[in-house]
């Protein structure tokens, strides 16, 4: 079982940013994919952006240019830097992960989350 571990949200005003940090347990870079979800009141998660163990990235096209995924697998840690910030992505982000699909896809169901991170930006 995976544990991951959200931190870094907070309240920042339009145009600012944030750096979210996503902790796991275990080993979970050999063949796993890791992503970041969002979801804001009263509307559905959505993905932000996605990385598989070969470092394969996508990106949501509503914050292509402004968030950066990474991973640092020496800390067993996944990190979205959200820059230029907008009150759109106010929302609570969630880190998950899953077992990667074929070719390294990262589409389909994630089967271990985070509790999730505020993330409100005023305008």
């Known amino acids: 079982q995976v544990q991951l571990v959200e931190s870094g949200g907070g309240s920042v005003q339009a145009g600012g940013s944030l750096r979210l940090s996503c902790a796991a347990s275990g080993d979970v870079y050999d063949s796993y994919c890791l992503a970041w979800f969002r979801q804001a009141p009263g509307k559905e998660r959505e993905g932000v952006a996605s990385i598989n163990m070969v470092g394969m990235i996508t990106y949501a096209d509503s914050v292509k240019g402004r968030f950066t995924i990474s991973k640092d697998h020496a800390k067993n840690t996944l990190y979205l830097q959200m820059n230029n910030l907008k009150p759109e992505d106010t929302a609570k982000y969630y880190c998950?992960?899953?077992?990667?699909?074929?070719?390294?896809?990262?589409?389909?169901?994630?089967?271990?989350w985070g509790q999730g991170t505020q993330v409100t930006v005023s305008s």
């Open positions: 998950a992960a899953r077992h990667a699909g074929l070719w390294g896809s990262c589409e389909g169901e994630y089967n271990n």
